[in-house]
């Protein structure tokens, strides 16, 4: 192959390096007004009266709307519609919009937000998702606060514990976390001559928000245009609506062009974040160190509305066992409605969570069985056919298998895992800690999941047309690529049109690291297409072939293809000619509400990564000096961009292990902007090395499987687990604070010694089973001290999961 | 579409006290990207709103308004500053170079041509503040370690790449 | 809006400050000001620039006293041969603070003047004993750092007032100078506790010892109480953990989103232990 597998240059890189491209921030229309939103005062309440007429009198303004001027459903959401476009009798969080503003200026815009007048009555909040569950808890929605209850059952999860030689049971939270694009919401509306309405917008689909667009506006669908701006980063966060129904709103009742942008605060007042979770898992396995049970109880803290929860509760259900072969799996995840800040997608969708809680688990497993983790991984890795926790069964093929063992050499854990001196300066101590991970590509549960694609033949050029976004990750890039392949082309006769509703295919969104193996599939069949439409086009004699070939046999699809190419713009009376497919991925399934049974998904991702740190013993501070990643991609069409997709999910890994926290006290964010919530900086980043793994995708478009993103997955378990073979505590609870490993350390000091050693049983394994056994003998590396306890079941367990 | 134009910088004044007129305004003089610029500005204009809003120059980004981001990165008489904590009426007499000032009659600076090639762009909303950082690195020092180019962008937040390609992209263009 | 001016000397600046027109505000870096001004936080009613003046621009070492101008930057202070022979744990300081681009603006006086309890500057400051001037029109006074603290965001400085030069004697030569700063990243992060210290060991005693922390109490905070213990002492476990005692009596640090009030006298004693080690060359 010629292009794919290159790494070509970004297509859009000149535009980003000048400064050319244009983001929602950077368009400016003719008369336009700017737009801003009245956001609730209240974390709940209900709203008595709203006053608007004194900021309505405001020389400057032009419109003060409240929900009584929303004309379609005043409801939307990514998958339920729950959350009001502007609130009409209650406020369920901070970021809620009462009222927006267009005015001449911004200026004029904001002071206007000081002349509503709104009065609320406050309700009891509910702030944690443990109490919300509580049948007195304040109801933040009147059907209750379960947004969901996702089972899965497999097996008999009692019956395997009571013989199982070991269990291991923990109590892990993980925090609400901001995507912190850099780019803030912002967008631009205006109504065209012909009543149409047009919203240019960064997001991560052109379609679902013209669905939700067009519905609270009460606008059939081809009367809204979505006009996709360059995306800023999205990571999940620009699948819900932001500022695209309220420009449009206002937009409609003006007449005029208007702008809206978010402040940073806004941005991470009003805007989905990562469900904080907080997860009781219990596993156990046999003597030989084969898990024998899972057993998990989730509770997500979906927030004050249902955005795409529930898939992502959904999710996490489905991958809280991780990526090893269990027979008996119990779990229960639910989403819980609360006051905070709504929750939703962002970057793996539920796996960050449960696989930080699965990896914790697996780590403590191989410590208390004795066992190498990485052996103990391999060991229980699905390979070649493997029943999910689902029931589905599915030839994964080796790839969890060639990520860990690629990731140990890559890192030569062998030895640093035994290394017998930690001590790394005064206080300060070495640990390596290793996980794996995987993750769903493209939706599943029985979501549509097509993607459609036009390549369009024209004189000098071959314009690709689908509305896949492009938010950073490359998919324009990477598309282009693949026409190219397809069509024996040069990158440069490839010309990528910007997705709009009116002139680009639906390809879905750009989420679920779907878009390469989707869209590039729908590619792929669209160019398939072209070249069958060509070699009709020869057929019927309608092309006129030129002088050099009379009655050559080998004048073919390409001929033409290179003819069309060699003309220079528009060629009088020249058609073009145009390629269209949609891809359909194969099936998926819903999961049963009693037993979670289904197919889960059609292709996944696998990963593992290996963190080396020094950990200071008495501040606390965790020094990540090292990443090693090695992801299976099926294949890298862009190994360039893949390497950056590895890079960038590590990096957000490390900001979820060690810094990442959204605070929220009864609602009210206190960490309100890029200060308070920090994320890494060049300063905090360590060397990452990466490995890219290929075994071939049975679906994927040249066997490519998504990347986006597994990287992410496995950073923080690995972090967390070199810290515990720094110092020797388990931090469950992300992010792991230099404060934590204090009041840890603390705690263990005050035990007198470590609760793990004490409870550890009498070590039962062959020795000779495990090749890393021996090694660790040759090398007359000790073992931990080890007691012995009377019985073979044992239960670590700290905490109670219910306040 | 309607037609882009520049920003009307109409605004109510909303102050207390009647003020000195004079005050509230001020015509400024400083080189941009190399020109010579004359400009009235407002006394609580920032410089990003400047570049942006009045002179159209839109490839500086804002991230925040709080200095957290570097995103607006501009250099401000050789020294990479965030362009939304400066006052435009401050900058008399200085020289401004924003990221349009890198791309010159077709060529590209190193550094673009470096954050290309080692793919240090993805999303490309942090870039332009990056090269601007890079650049006052450059300027001063020509041929920075690692250690100096990691000090140098460490005020200017990436979300995408996860800094490595933005380092080696620096080193390369150094380099060259 | 508000009235901008860029008075063209130190005595026009004191002019327009003695007018005392409520809501008058200086700007020297901007990198705190604006961003309240905008948040809405801070009212300006008149803006008078400083930053560009020679006067508040002075770095010099004049009988044995280092002077440094008020509108010096973070960057000049960084890059300054004299500071970084002199008191490289200043100039440690400086780097420390938020990013390049903040320190290329913000002045040394802002970071006083602005009274965080996380001012990067102050603790060395404090064990310097550096000495602020205070000019008004009609009159100049010299006042210790250590005074002019009143809390958070409250100092000393009258609204007519302001922060010239800030002072200090040269720290001797064989003394030890040490800062510690303790963020939740390497870069762009406010403090959860920070500790300067100074002195020296001879013969195994301690000697001109001097200890001041940040984030830990409502002001940065000079530790007389433990310096006392520790003069001329020798370093023992049992001194650290009395001087640890006694610090953890000076300081008052509250809980917040970055550290609890238990974490950061954790922190101190743990800054203060590393401190007093490297000063008396021994590891405990």
Known sequence: MKIVGKSIRRVDGLAKVTGQARYPQDFYLEGMLYAKALRSRYSHALIKKINVSRARELEGVRAVLTAQDVPGRNLFGHMIADQPVLCQDKVRFRGDAVAVVAAESEEIAQEALSFIQVDYDPLPVVSDPRQALKPDAPRVHEKGNILTHYKIRKGDVEKAFQEAHLVIESNYRTPCVEHAYLQPESGIAYVEDTGDLVIIVATQCVYIDRHQIARSLGLPEEKVKVVLAETGGAFGGREDISVQILIGLLALKTGRPVKMTYSREESILSTAKRHPAYMRYKSGVDREGRLLAWEAEIIADTGAYASSGAAVV???????SGPYKVDNVKIDAYAVYTNNTFAGAMRAFGCPQVTFASEMQMNKLAAALGMDEYEFRRRNAMVGKSEFATGYLADVDNCQIVCLDEVVRLSNWKEKRYRQNKEA??????????????????????????????????????????????????????????????????????????????????????????????SGNAVRLACLDLKKNLQQLLDSRKWKRPPGYPGHTSYNWSNILQEFLSMEGETEGMASVIGRATYVPPPTTPLDPETGEGIPAYSFGFGAQVAEVVVDKRTGQVDLKKVYAAHDVGRAINPLQVEGQIEGGVVMGQGYALMEEIILKEGETLTPDLATFDIPTSLDVCDIESAILEVPDRHGPYGARGVGEMT???????????????????????????????????????????????????????????????????????????????????????????? | MPRVTQRSIKFKMY??????????????????????????????????????????????????????CGSCTVILNGLAVTSCLVLAATVEGAEILTVESLFRNGRLDPLQEAFLEKGAVQCGYCTPGLLMSAKALLLENPHPSLEEIKIAVSGNLCRCTGYKKIFEAIQLAAER | MFEFYQPSSLS????????????????????????????????????????????????????????????????????????REKVPFLVQAAQSIGSPQVRNLGTIGGNLVTASPA??????????????????????????????????????????????????????????????????????????????????????????????????????????????????????????????????????????????????????????????????????
Not at chain 1, 314 to 320: F, G, K
Not at chain 1, 745 to 764: A, I, S
Not at chain 3, 46 to 58: K, M, P
Not at chain 3, 257 to 264: K, P
Request: aromatic content about 6%.
């Open chain 1, 712 to 803: 992410t997955i496995s950073t923080a378990p690995a972090i967390a687990a070199a810290v515990h073979d720094a110092v020797g505590v388990w931090i469950d609870e992300l992010p792991v604070t230099a404060e934590k490993v204090v009041r840890a350390l603390k705690e263990k000091e005050f035990q007198g010694k470590d609760v793990r050693e004490e409870t550890l049983p009498e070590k039962t394994l062959q020795e000779k089973d495990f090749q890393d056994q021996a090694l660790r003998e040759d090398k007359g590396i000790a073992h931990a001290p080890r007691r012995t306890t009377s019985h073979e079941n044992w239960v670590i367990f700290k905490g109670d999961l219910n306040v």
């Open chain 3, 12 to 83: 026009e600046l004191l002019h327009l400050l003695e007018e005392g027109i409520p809501d008058t505000c200086l700007l020297a870096g901007g990198t705190d000001l604006l961003v309240e001004y905008r948040s809405g936080a801070r009212n300006i009613s008149r803006l008078i620039r400083l930053a560009h003046l020679s006067e508040l621009q002075d770095l010099k070492c004049e009988d044995g006293r280092i002077k440094l101008g008020a509108a010096l930057t973070y960057r000049t202070v960084e890059r300054s041969s004299l500071l």
């Open chain 2, 15 to 68: 102050f207390q006290r009647k003020g000195s007129k004079e005050a509230l305004f001020r015509e400024i003089s400083f080189r941009l990207n190399g020109e010579p610029v004359r400009v009235r500005v407002r006394s609580d204009q920032r410089l990003i709103d400047l570049l942006r809003d009045t002179l159209g120059l839109r490839g500086t980004k804002e991230g925040c308004g709080r200095g957290d």
């Open chain 1, 425 to 518: 300066g005064k206080d300060r101590f070495y640990g390596i800690g290793i996980a794996a991970g995987f993750k769903n590509v493209g939706y599943g549960s029985g979501y549509v999941d097509s993607s459609s694609a036009e390549v369009e033949l024209m004189p000098g050029k071959v314009r690709l047309k689908i509305s896949a976004v492009d938010q950073g990750q490359g998919v324009e890039t990477i598309l282009c690529q693949i026409a190219a392949e397809e069509l024996a082309i040069s990158m440069e006769n490839v010309e990528y049109t910007n997705p709009d509703t009116s002139v680009t295919p639906n390809a879905g969104s750009s989420s679920a690291s779907r878009q390469t193996f989707n």
């Open chain 1, 314 to 320: 959904q999710n996490m259900a489905m991958y809280a």
């Open chain 3, 119 to 284: 001012a990067d500057l102050a603790p060395p400051l404090l064990v310097l004993e550096a000495q602020l001037t205070l000019k008004k029109k009609s009159s100049s006074r010299e006042i210790p750092l250590s005074s002019f603290f009143m809390g958070p965001k409250r100092t000393l400085l009258d609204p007519q007032e302001v922060v010239t030069e800030i002072s200090f004697a040269l720290p001797p030569e064989n003394c030890y100078q040490i800062f510690y700063k303790l963020g939740q990243r390497n870069a762009m992060a406010i403090s959860i506790a920070s500790l300067a210290a100074l002195g020296q060991a001879q013969r195994g005693f301690l000697t001109g010892i001097k200890i001041a922390v940040g984030s830990v109490a409502p002001t940065p905070l000079r530790l007389f109480h433990t310096e006392g213990l520790l003069q001329g002492e020798r370093l023992t476990q049992a001194l650290l953990k009395e001087a640890n005692r006694r610090a953890q009596e000076e300081i008052s640090p509250i809980s917040d989103i970055r550290g609890s009030v238990e974490y950061r006298r954790e922190i101190v004693g743990v800054l203060l232990e590393r401190a007093l080690s490297e000063i008396a060359g021994e590891v405990l």
